[in-house]
């Protein structure tokens, strides 16, 4: 049965969409954001190759270089000014959360709210900046030991391919801090989104391509186009699924009036984390590995690098271990981000609310505890097998990386919340309609 807010958003139609002037604004916005940043996924990095360059990544489109370029939406492998993406900043914000919880200053930073926050907040973009310049100066390196893609190599090139790619990263940065504050949704999400779904048709072409000329068998196309819907499918069901757990208010009386004696659930979803764990470990697994990746040229290079290479391809043992673990280490660290069972606990017995069978206070954070670890290792397992199992099938067969698991889970679990975020912003302004027209009768009267 579908819930209220979805049966009101769907009722609503377009009429009521038209109406939303401040949901239409907010739409465009972040359409025309995106469009900006795909413009951008096009301005190359000045002193490259374009012709070289594009063999050294067909010839490595298979391994993790290839898998970081679906991330950045084909700007890695055309060395745009946006080919570091926004993978910095992502890793700038899970080393702050980590140093959150570590740090006693930063962790008294945490609790001052909107106040500490910002300065939190500054600090990660401090922090984007030095490892955008860190990794940018080993993309620049690393495109100078390629033989022939620089026209020019020195520090001059060195120089000027830093301070591009930097001031790209900080731009999305910066873009993505807009979307979210001026448009609908998390931007740092909708623009990775928006970089896997623009190359989604041609990823389609090159499938169908394969299949005509027979590299690949239609019957082997036709299960993999019948996999990414089961994957879909699964992903929907998992992302809607929650853990509703009791709770009871108890009656209390006031005069000759009884007010209480209701009770609620507090919902808990299967993967609080959403779509960060694979996120997060994408950007700590690919973007050293993808710096030693363009130093792997065609004259061979260093033989640990050759070996390295080899080791974390696609669908290596090495590669889908640390993959898996890193995705189970950020289910956990950002489940007890972003849910707190000590303050939930304090808060229901603020309000007199308990769940039946436990005591409130520590005994019900305890259990809330409790119940979400468990949910949490459901959740770990699930995104592991959604990024993991496809990926397997798709090593052993040239398909692209953008029917893999971690594609689609990423895709299917930002339009959710886009559609969360449109609805919400729909039934305020039903609301806020509803609130006029009840006031200006009011005044009639």
Known sequence: MARTPDRMAVGAGLGAFSKASDLRQRILFTLGALIVYRLGTYIPVPGINPDILADIFSRNSSGILGMFDMFSGGSLGRMTIFALTIMPYITASIIMQLMTSIVPSLETLKKEGEAGRKIINQYTRYLTVLLATVQGYGIAVGLEQAQGVVYDPGMFFRVTTVVTLVGG?????????????????????????????????????????????????????????????????????????????LIQYPKRQQGNKVFGGESSHLPLKVNVAGVIPPIFASSLLLMPVSILSLSNTADGGAGWLVTLNALLGRGQPLYLGIYIALIVFFAFFYTAIVFNPSDTAENLRRYGGYVPGIRPGQPTADYLDYVLTRITVLGAAYLSAVCILPEILISQYSVPFYFGGTSLLIVVTVTQDTMTQVQSHLMAHQYESLIRKSNLRGKKR
Do not use: D, K
């Open 169 to 245: 990263t900080l731009f999305l940065m910066w873009l993505g801090e807009q979307i979210t504050q001026r448009g609908v949704g998390n931007g740092i999400s909708l623009i990775i989104f928006s970089g896997i779904v623009a190359n989604l048709p041609s990823a389609l072409a090159g499938t169908f391509e394969l299949g005509r000329t027979g590299a690949l068998s239609p019957f082997l196309i036709l299960f993999f186009l019948l996999m990414a819907v089961a994957v879909i499918a699964f992903i929907v069901f998992i992302e809607r699924s929650q853990r509703r757990i």
